[in-house]
């Protein structure tokens, strides 16, 4: 068990000294969530297995009184198993089950496309010794070079913002993805938002009024402000310009955004769907 209540945490860091890593993010998060103070130890991507003496080459990785518990869902299944007596992550299986599914969703419409709107300043943010791994690693993972990837980023940035409307459907009726209190799901997709705030130095991913905003800011005035890092870069301030969709949809009137309460709630949408239309 955690002697004075403290866990050993591997953390992975840029130059600015901001968290690189969507999972490492998370995993943060999650430990606060537990109650628990973290001994950090820092670094980048070089090097991590001689920090870890070998345990393990990739992070998020953590130490609880001698004990190594590796990557993101292994650390959330442990400290539930482990600590149940303190506020779970995953209240229930099937948290477990739509946040994977969230999760999935979430990386392909926003992680990995920002990440290829920013994979320069990745790897120039970055460390100077991780300059050649990163961009070693990452080109042979994107099929290009960094700079020809992230070319064009201005006119790809509007689409995924356009491509999060699911998740602002989501909190437009709760404070959190976890009901009345945020849960693993929050910091899970949390993690990517904030990997992103590490390295988008060129341009901001989310308009000023987006409706995602104030869930944003619940989760970065968690546990002290734990996401409010001075070496983040500014999220919210991307303008729409002519040729681009809309960066976010206003509340609509198709019953997912709305309750059905009578006639009164529906009479306009229906007005506009039949208007025109013969009358029986």
């Known amino acids: 068990m955690a002697q004075n209540n403290t866990i050993t945490f591997y953390d992975l860091a840029i130059s600015t000294g901001a968290t690189i890593s969507p999972f490492v993010w998370a995993t943060k998060y999650a430990l ?106 990452r080109e042979k993972m994107l099929g290009k070079t960094l700079e020809a990837m992230q070319e064009g980023y201005e006119d790809r940035l509007p689409a995924i913002s356009a491509a999060l409307e699911p998740l602002r459907i989501a909190l437009r009726e709760g404070d959190w993805l976890g009901g009345d209190s945020p849960n693993y799901a929050d910091y899970r997709i949390l993690g990517s938002i904030l990997f992103t705030a590490s390295v988008c130095q060129n341009s901001p991913v989310l308009a000023e009024d987006d409706p995602l905003r104030p869930w944003i800011e619940r989760c970065l005035d968690l546990y002290d402000g734990l996401g409010r890092h001075p070496g983040l870069f500014p999220l919210f301030g991307l303008e729409q310009r002519p040729q681009d969709p809309p960066l976010f949809m206003p509340q609509g009137q198709g019953g997912i955004h709305k309750r059905n309460t009578g006639p009164a709630s529906t009479s306009a949408e229906t007005q506009r769907i039949t208007e025109g239309m013969a009358k029986a």
């Not at 001994?39 to 130490?63: C, S, W």
């Not at 994979?119 to 070693?136: A, F, G």
């Open 32 to 137: 606060k969530h537990k109650g628990f103070d973290l001994d950090v130890v820092p670094g980048g991507f070089t090097k991590i297995p001689e920090r870890t003496g070998g345990v393990t080459e990739r992070l998020p990785a953590i130490v609880d009184d001698g004990k190594w518990v590796l990557d993101s869902w292994g650390i959330v299944e442990y400290l539930d198993a482990t600590y149940p007596d303190r506020p779970l992550l995953i209240p229930h299986p099937s948290v477990a089950i739509v946040t994977r599914a969230l999760d999935a969703w979430f990386w392909q419409v926003a992680t990995g496309p920002w990440m290829r709107c920013n994979c320069v300043s990745y790897r120039d943010l970055s460390n100077p010794e991780d300059h050649e791994y990163i961009t070693h690693s």
